[in-house]
């Protein structure tokens, strides 16, 4: 998708389709709108009656343009009154994406020229044409969808318009890569492949890269991540980016802060001995979500160079039925030294992760920050659509919060209530690795917590609902959303 500014007008624009959002259908509250109704003539106030468009929110109408204008169709979209946000720039170009069905160019009226709906408007259209097409074959194969879209500015010079442009693709093709992550069957992308990709996508970026074997997790010291591996037939593998930001002649600069994100990467999740009923287990490829997120945020800091230093850690393996596979009763030592009692094998993200973050904490970051498509009981909680925040540091909370809102991802903070700590108390070991049945993603923030350290920040992303979605819905598609990589580098930005 090839995305540009244009200071075409409203009329002269050559595109297959044109966009344009409509507040009020009365030219003179509405001058682009008004601009529309004046080229198109006579009858087309009788189409719209007849078509019923009112311009109200979420409203659309697909005309001709029958030359009256130089695109061949018009999208009306009705916005609502009262003033349209970046986001309504984001609906506009995701609606239009999915609106082309034969057009493969599009050009979108900016409701303003600024930098923040430019960006929008930008990371729409590249997230919007997305489909996962990897194992569809020959005709099969859809073709279809939109091939380029200019957005209708004042000044396509203007640096900042440019640079909000550039911000927008990066951050639209790092969701895009972890959608395509998420998406890939599991027989296909497993913890060597993921491996291979990040090691290949740091390449491409300018990234360090250094992948850990089993051998090399095994002599760190890592027992609770390779207790989940034992009962697969393919090697886990830790893996470890760093972002460091350059000067305009690509020195390595220090910087002022340093961010350490970390991620689950269960390719696959079967439960391991506590096997998961067939229905559970079918959408259990998205249980490296949490590393998609934390390999596109990496990714997408390394490529508009963010002025901090960010460290992706992450933790991949399948959780499986092997003969070797470990069992409810076992117990293992921790990186940090604490030993835990197993007691469901369905359980395995914390396992993985309380080592990943035990050894994240020796890079001594300002902020650690954890995403994992760790419990269930996160979508009971808070339903499907929205991730649970769990922080220590209050500050920290309300600036992760604010960058969700700029990003417009769903997040809602959750306690690290202390009266639930005495349910990881063991009979026999540190700590045992789940709680009681209530207050699942609570008990598993507090097992987590276990493993940071003194003093540091940190932050816990249960994504579990919103990372993998069965139907599409607002600005995602069926399948991986790529959901943590737009807050997570609105984050970094913030810094
Ligand atoms: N990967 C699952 C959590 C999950 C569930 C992710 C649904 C996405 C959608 C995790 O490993 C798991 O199985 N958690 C258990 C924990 C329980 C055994 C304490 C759960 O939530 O049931
Ligand atoms: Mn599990
Ligand atoms: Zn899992």
């Not at 194969?141 to 203007?158: E, I, M, W």
């Not at 540091?456 to 399948?479: E, N, Q, S, V």
């Not at 990589?485 to 913030?494: I, K, Q």
Request: hydrophobic share 40%; aromatic share 6%; net charge positive.
């Amino acid at each position: 998708m090839r995305v540009s500014l244009s200071t075409d007008s409203i009329t002269n624009t050559k595109a297959d389709l044109l966009i344009v959002g409509v507040r009020s259908l009365r030219g003179d509250r509405d001058k682009t709108f008004g601009a529309v109704k004046k080229a198109m003539g006579s009858g087309f106030e009788g189409v719209l009656k007849a078509e019923g468009f009112e311009a109200k929110s979420g409203q659309t109408l697909k005309v001709p343009g029958r030359g009256r204008i130089k695109a061949d169709f018009v999208l009306l979209v009705g916005l609502g009154s009262g003033t349209p946000t970046e986001r309504a720039a984001r609906k506009l170009a995701i609606r239009a994406c999915r609106a082309a069905k034969r057009q493969k160019s599009a050009a979108l009226v900016l409701p303003e020229s600024t930098p923040e709906m430019v960006r929008a408007a930008t990371d729409g259209f590249v997230t919007g044409v997305y489909r996962y097409t990897d194992y569809k074959t020959g005709s099969r194969r859809p073709k279809g969808g939109l091939k380029s879209a200019a957005l209708l500015v004042d000044d396509k010079k203007r640096g900042d318009l440019r640079d909000a442009l550039n911000a927008g693709k990066i951050v639209g093709e790092s969701m895009n890569l972890a959608r395509d992550l998420v998406n890939g069957p599991p027989n296909d992308l497993n913890p060597l492949t993921l491996a291979e990709t990040a090691k290949a996508q740091a390449k491409e970026h300018g990234l360090q890269c250094t992948i850990w074997n089993k051998a090399q997790i095994k002599k760190a010291g890592m027992e609770l991540f390779l207790a989940v591996n034992r009962g697969s037939a393919i090697e886990p593998r830790m893996i470890h980016l760093v972002h460091k930001p350059r000067d305009s002649k690509g020195k390595v600069v220090k910087a002022d802060k340093k961010v350490c994100f970390v991620g689950k990467g269960l390719t696959f999740d079967s439960g391991g001995l506590c096997l998961k009923p067939g229905k559970s287990m079918l959408d259990m490829k998205c249980d490296m979500a949490g590393a998609a997120a934390t390999l596109g945020i990496a990714l997408a800091a390394a490529r508009l160079n963010l002025p901090v230093e960010v460290h992706a850690v992450i933790g991949s393996t399948e959780n499986m039925t092997g003969a070797e596979a470990y069992r409810p009763g076992d117990v293992f030592t921790s990186l940090d030294g604490k030993t835990v009692e197993i007691i469901n094998t369905d359980a395995e993200g914390r396992l993985v992760l309380a080592d990943c973050l035990a050894w994240a904490r020796e890079l001594k970051p300002d902020y650690l920050i954890d995403h994992a498509t760790l419990t269930g009981a996160s979508m009971v909680a808070l339903g499907p659509r929205r991730a649970s925040l769990f922080c220590n540091d209050d500050d920290f909370a309300a600036a992760y919060g604010g960058a969700a809102e700029t990003a417009d991802e769903s997040f809602w903070r959750m306690p690290l209530d202390e009266d639930l700590r005495g349910m990881l108390d063991s009979h026999i070991a540190d700590l045992k690795h789940t709680g009681a049945s209530w207050g699942g993603s609570i008990t598993a923030a507090l097992f987590l917590r276990e493993f940071i350290g003194k003093g540091t920040k940190w932050c816990h992303l249960d994504i579990a609902g919103p990372a993998f979605i069965d139907r599409t819905h607002g600005r995602h598609p069926k399948g991986g959303t790529g959901f943590g990589v737009a807050t997570g580098v609105s984050f970094l930005e913030g810094l």
